[in-house]
């Protein structure tokens, strides 16, 4: 008797134990977490994966959203979402806003970029007021209620409104030329 329920408790912890990992992720050595909120409004991970610069390990870029979404189209019609970039070495400020730009430039038209030249300028203003950002530090991009709120470190840095500019800014990733074609591909669940 005694060794049968020896038995099913050791069992029922190997199930919990197995059942605990399937809700968080490790990718290169970063927890993410199964799930967030913001705004008070609970997100799921969507999916991650690491940036690849040639043979570096930039950054763990990963997805949050109200519920799973495996196209690009179900990302953009949930809010509100994020998309957070666990850095994996140092970069400067000029690095990051390079990259986003260069990033806004692949996935947009010049009368989209035209649309949204504003914008563009508030998000390189707030990205070289980071100075640089190190290797363990988290910066995301919080969509809600039509604004994009970067947040580094877990402080608001700045917010920038309107739909077009956060579409434009998710397409880096997302979009028709993202970053990295299998960056896109985890973060939007392995689809």
């Known amino acids: 008797m005694r060794r049968g329920m020896m038995a099913r408790l050791l069992a029922l912890a190997i199930s919990f134990a197995l059942a605990g990992s399937a809700w968080a992720l490790d990718v290169e050595g970063v927890h993410l977490d199964d799930g967030t909120t913001l705004g008070g409004r609970p997100l799921v991970l969507n999916g991650a994966g690491i940036r690849k610069k040639f043979f570096f390990k930039v950054y763990v870029a990963s997805l949050y959203l109200p519920g799973k979404a495996s196209t690009t189209e179900a990302v953009l019609a949930q809010s509100p979402r994020r998309i957070q970039m666990n850095m994996l070495r140092n970069l400067t400020a000029e690095q990051l806003v390079e990259a986003l730009v260069d990033g806004l430039k692949d996935n947009t038209t010049e009368a989209e970029r035209t649309a949204i030249k504003s914008q563009t300028e508030a998000l390189v203003s707030i990205m070289k007021s980071f100075k640089a950002v190190n290797e363990g530090s988290v910066v995301s991009l919080d969509f809600a209620d039509g604004v994009t709120r970067v947040v580094l470190d877990g402080k608001e840095r700045g917010e920038i409104g309107g739909d077009a500019f956060n579409r434009a800014l998710t397409d880096i990733w997302l979009g028709g ?10 973060m939007l669940g392995g689809a």
């Open 177 to 186: 030329h993202p970053v990295q074609t299998d960056l896109k591909k985890a």
